[in-house]
């Protein structure tokens, strides 16, 4: 899962306006259209291994739910068999308790450390699919450009950079190389106002969820519902 998520970092860091540039100077979008089978092969990996991780953590939450509710059931019980006097039965029911207490822990633990893994998947999708979505469409400009460049008989050794091109003096080239790299930029901060956003809402829904379990546990030891 580490290697998977560090080599879609990879992709997702990757310096566009170079591949761009390498993409002129060649004359060619082969480094363009590796760029984005890379992506989509990472893509379809990190699609499974989100459903892994997703059905992974919710088998554990059920897990959970489970020794939680065993665990409310032999509090009681142990608070029955000392009422009864049965205290032998009461001391068994403890030692059950105390095991269950610590699966429980153990369970609430996994669900955590898999919960921050199932979002890093998700996080890593987003953007590896906003990176997808502009590379796309810069790649259409792209082989507008070299179209263009071709058909006015550009030098393909003038053709170093999209700097050069930008200050080759044709308004026609360096208006597409202009708007090649606003666009990047664009998608760029686009893609960082997402994922802003994105932890925002779930600060936001963590910290309403810790207040409603606070005031449900308060509201159960005064005795309302």
Known sequence: MASLLEKV??????NLHYMVDEALKSNSLAVIDQYVRQVEDNLEDLEDAAATVGGEVKGLQRKLVEYQHKQDELDRAINAF???????????????LNSTQRLVETYKSQVERQQSEFQKLLDAKVKLEARLATMRQEREELQALLNLAKSKEVSVKAMKSLDDLMG?????????AQSIYARLD????????????????????????????????????????
């Open 9 to 14: 970092s990879t992709l997702i860091s990757a």
């Open 82 to 96: 000392l009422v009864e006097g049965n205290e032998s039965a009461a001391l068994a029911a403890q030692s059950k």
């Open 186 to 225: 664009k998608a760029n901060t686009a893609s960082e106002m997402r994922a802003a956003s994105l932890d925002e809402q779930m600060d936001e829904v963590l910290g309403r969820s810790e207040l409603n379990a606070q005031l449900a546990e308060r509201k159960q030891k005064l005795g309302l519902k």
């Open 168 to 176: 080759s003096g044709d308004a026609d080239i360096s208006g597409i």
